[in-house]
């Protein structure tokens, strides 16, 4: 039997390289195939050198072969490492705003701001200075979940400029594009509207000294994401998903978005939200409405980090429709949580800092306690 090239490369094209969106053949990780009979070899260039990723990329590869070509073709898979250059942060830095992390779900109503606003919460008390910027235009929910809906910020003179003071509630401080609506008004924010209104939030905002700056991203991944990215130096991302299938699919779709070659945004890591429910009554029992470890196997699935897991709880409703995030009630199973995931995600963006400059926020760790720290 002898093999075709043509038909190699069409297998190929039927299989992807964990965490990336794109076939092998289109993504650019098939260097060459070379056929001889009924051998084949096929070598690889991979940006990752994690080993499961290097085993499943040929595992694949065979499978593909005797799958779609010949079951009997002799494969062998050479595979090079070439590591991506370091990432390039994009915008112009804001200044004194050390670290800018966005907060993004692919599908709507995973519970993307509530992580964001316990996040933070959490950020305040262990004492960093925290700013949250909600971008998210089509539900802005930060004002009710800090309870400052009807808020609205004032203008300040700043080296004789006039800026706007962001809302501060529990130590953290807030704008929100809900600040410029009233509460009953349906605003249609058309694309360049919405980016002009973030930008001003950004740039013409006295944010002061932030170790970091929050952004709640709309779910999805359209054009304010893409003007947000353009506009700022983000550290890295923060992807929320539940375990549930649909909810996953869009999660993927918005991690691809983040390492995609033109945007090139850190991912810090999944966080599942909705993990499972305990009844109070039954606190040993856990229920997992949405699937089990769903976010856990596609952190893993994508080679980035998992920053942990977030069960139902009726407090983080009630708290976050009250206006005061969940995770400030002291020593309760939600704020050992959100302090676990807030951890994590400290710990990332030092390992993302460390292949930047500049190093400033390696300081900021002693303060969370990560393991991070003790290398300074
Ligand atoms: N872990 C949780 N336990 C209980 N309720 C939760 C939890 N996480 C979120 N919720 C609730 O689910 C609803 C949706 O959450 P949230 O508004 O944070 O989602 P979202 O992903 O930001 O939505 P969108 O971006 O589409 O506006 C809210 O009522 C919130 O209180």
Redesign the pocket.
């Given at each position: 039997m002898k093999l075709e090239r043509k038909e190699i490369l069409k297998a190929l094209e039927t299989i992807t390289i964990a965490g990336e969106g794109k076939n092998m053949v289109e993504s650019g990780a098939v260097a060459n195939v070379m056929t001889f009979g009924d051998e084949v070899v096929v070598d690889l260039v991979l940006t990752t050198p994690a080993l499961h990723i290097k085993k499943r990329a040929e595992v694949d590869v065979m499978k593909a072969i005797h799958d779609h070509v010949y079951e009997k073709a002799k494969v062998k898979v050479n595979i090079k490492i070439e590591s991506p250059e370091k990432p390039e942060i994009k915008g112009k830095a804001i200044p004194g705003i050390k670290n800018i992390v966005a907060v993004s779900?692919g599908?709507?109503?995973?519970?993307?701001?509530?992580?964001?606003?316990n996040l933070a919460a959490t950020l305040a008390n262990m004492g960093f200075n925290v700013g949250v910027l909600d971008a998210?235009i089509?539900?802005p929910?930060m004002p009710i979940?800090f309870d400052v809906e009807n808020a609205r910020p004032i203008s300040v003179e700043v080296d004789g400029r006039s800026k706007m003071k962001p809302i501060s509630a529990y130590g953290v401080e807030i704008l929100s594009i809900g600040f410029f609506t009233k509460g009953d008004q349906a605003i249609i924010w058309r694309g360049p509207m919405a980016s002009k209104a973030l930008n001003q939030m950004i740039f013409d905002a006295d944010w002061g000294e932030l170790d970091f700056l929050l952004i709640?991203l709309?779910?999805g991944t359209g054009d304010i994401h893409l003007s947000i990215m353009q506009s700022l130096p983000i550290t890295g991302a923060v992807v929320?998903s539940t375990p549930q299938a649909v909810a996953l699919a869009d999660a993927k779709k918005g991690v691809s978005m983040f390492m995609s070659e033109s945007i090139n945004v850190p991912v810090l890591g999944i966080v599942e939200?909705?993990?499972y429910f305990t009844p109070a009554e039954l606190p040993n029992n856990k229920y997992y409405i949405f699937g089990e470890n769903g976010a856990r196997n596609l952190a893993q699935d994508l080679d980035v980090p998992f920053l942990g897991e977030?069960?139902?709880?009726?407090?983080?409703?009630?708290?976050?429709?009250y206006g005061r995030p969940a995770a400030l009630q002291n020593d309760t199973v939600v704020s050992e949580v959100f302090e676990q995931v807030t951890r994590n995600i400290v710990e990332q963006v030092v390992k993302r800092n460390d292949t930047l400059p500049p190093t400033e926020a390696i300081k900021i760790t002693t303060m969370a306690g990560c393991s991070a720290t003790n290398k300074n």
């Open positions: 779900s599908k709507g109503g995973v519970g993307k701001s509530t992580v964001t606003a998210d089509y539900g929910s979940m709640d709309p779910p929320v939200n909705m993990a977030v069960p139902i709880v009726q407090s983080i409703r009630e708290a976050g429709d």
